[in-house]
């Protein structure tokens, strides 16, 4: 009598559990984009999450881990997501069911990938390849060829990447899915801005943008924005990218996308050194600092120290300048992030230059060159041939000096590049 009451005992209770686990995974895959309400009930969600892993149910782990993960990054929990993408990850290639432990494992490789993982996202990435159809229109074919691009744009080699987004890019067309177009249309046109392409960047942005304000999505919206700020920055219309920017952080804010806040200040600070509004630069840096930092996030801690060296550069601080520059780089190489080193290494040049390190300064444009052209990152090729033009032009050498500074001024005039007027005075003076 005492082991059925006890038999009937434990039934009741796993069923329970398995209703208990049910009914919180639904409701997060129902609120997923509902940050406030994951808010108040995150922790019966997470206590489902170990009752699937205790009661072997793999399936709900990945679907609730899943649902969760965008919440998880927004609020900076990388540690919380990090460990439940694992025990999802354990979960489906325990239940020996391949479809699951692929997602499982694109879902480590694009959180691993967006923090500077780039070895582990990688290894994710080619585990997931082994186990889907690649030539099949499926949202996991999608998200494999995304992750290959976002890998291959991290470490510079734009050209894999552009071919890698444009085939995800026509799966989620096919797909209808609005989300994962505005998210490529970011990315390409991200990928455009860096080749100097401003024209076909803002083609993907206007694109991704109009997807983002249909959906209703503030995250979406948030990201994208900083891109096409990005690219108002860069040609010129500064009032402009700063109205934008401003959008986008008040958006960030709205959704608590702490990530969002820190690189939106960050960019802030750079806008903010061009338009030479020093203070309110180092208001902005200041702030994106202390979030990359309560965020570990080496991305935001590098870009900002690149930005602050740039403000102590331009009021003559230039031991300060230096030390930033240097934190900034062993930050970007935490991090692999190819852009952001080669910006790294023009802005060691200029600080050699203006200090007047000759040489050294020739070895940092000359190492940027190399890695620019080798990306095709044409903005970034001009700003390191007039880098060595200034170089020729302090050692007295006139002729490569204006054959270099011709070089980039070609390079960037087309574009509309903002900087391709400082360059045109240079050489107007350097002939007067």
């Known amino acids: 009598m005492i082991d059925q009451q006890h038999n ?16 919180w995974v639904t409701y997060a895959e129902k609120n997923k984009q509902d940050n406030a ?13 170990h009752s ?5 149910m793999p399936g709900y782990l990945v679907r609730g881990v899943t649902a969760v993960f965008n919440y998880l990054y927004v609020r900076g929990l990388y540690k919380v997501a990090d460990g439940y993408l694992q025990q999802a990850e354990q979960a489906a290639r325990a239940s020996h069911e391949e479809r699951l432990l692929a997602e499982s494992l694109l879902q480590l490789a694009t959180f ?32 494999a060829y995304q992750g290959l691009g976002t890998l291959n744009y991290v470490r510079g080699a734009y050209a894999d990447a552009e071919v890698y987004w444009l085939r995800s890019l026509e799966t989620a067309r096919q797909l209808d899915d609005l989300a994962s177009i505005c998210h490529l249309c970011m990315n390409l046109g991200m990928l455009a801005h860096h080749q100097a392409a401003y024209k076909q960047a803002a083609i993907y942005l206007q694109e991704g943008i109009a997807v983002a304000r ?22 010129g219309e500064h009032r402009q990218a700063e109205l934008v920017f401003t959008e986008a952080l008040a958006l960030a804010r709205q959704i608590g996308h702490q990530e969002n806040e820190g690189t939106i200040l960050s960019n802030l600070g750079q806008l903010f050194l061009t338009l030479q509004e020093y203070d309110r630069a180092e208001q902005c840096v200041a702030q994106a600092l202390t979030i990359g930092k309560l965020l570990d996030h080496p991305l935001i801690i590098s870009g900002t120290l690149l930005n602050w060296g740039g403000i102590a550069y331009e009021t003559g601080q230039y031991a300060k300048a230096s030390q930033y520059l240097q934190e900034a780089q062993e930050a970007a190489e935490g991090a692999v992030d190819a852009w952001l080193l080669l910006n790294i290494h023009v802005g060691w040049g200029e600080l050699y230059l203006k200090c007047g390190e000759l040489a050294e300064a020739k070895t940092a444009f000359a190492r940027a060159l190399a890695d620019a052209r080798q ?18 032009q302090a050692a007295g050498d006139t002729t ?27 050489l107007g003076e350097l002939a007067g």
């Open 214 to 235: 249909s959906l209703a999505d503030p995250q979406l919206l948030s990201d994208i924005l900083i891109n096409e700020a990005m690219v108002q920055f860069t040609l």
């Open 375 to 392: 990306m095709n990152a044409t903005d970034l090729i001009a700003l390191a041939l007039f880098g060595l033009a200034q170089i020729a």
């Open 37 to 49: 309400r994951l808010d108040l009930d995150k922790e019966n969600i997470f206590q489902a999450f």
């Open 52 to 56: 699937a892993q205790a009661r072997h």
């Open 400 to 426: 490569p000096a204006h054959q270099l500074g011709q070089e980039s001024l070609a390079l960037l005039e087309p574009t509309g590049h903002f900087e391709a007027a400082r360059i045109k005075q240079w």
């Open 112 to 143: 691993t990938g967006v923090r500077g993982m780039i070895d582990r996202a990688e290894s994710y990435l080619q585990q997931a390849l082994a186990l889907i159809d690649v030539e099949a229109t499926d949202k996991l074919v999608k998200a």
């Open 8 to 23: 009937e005992w434990q039934a009741r209770y796993y069923a329970d559990n398995q209703r208990f686990v049910q009914y």
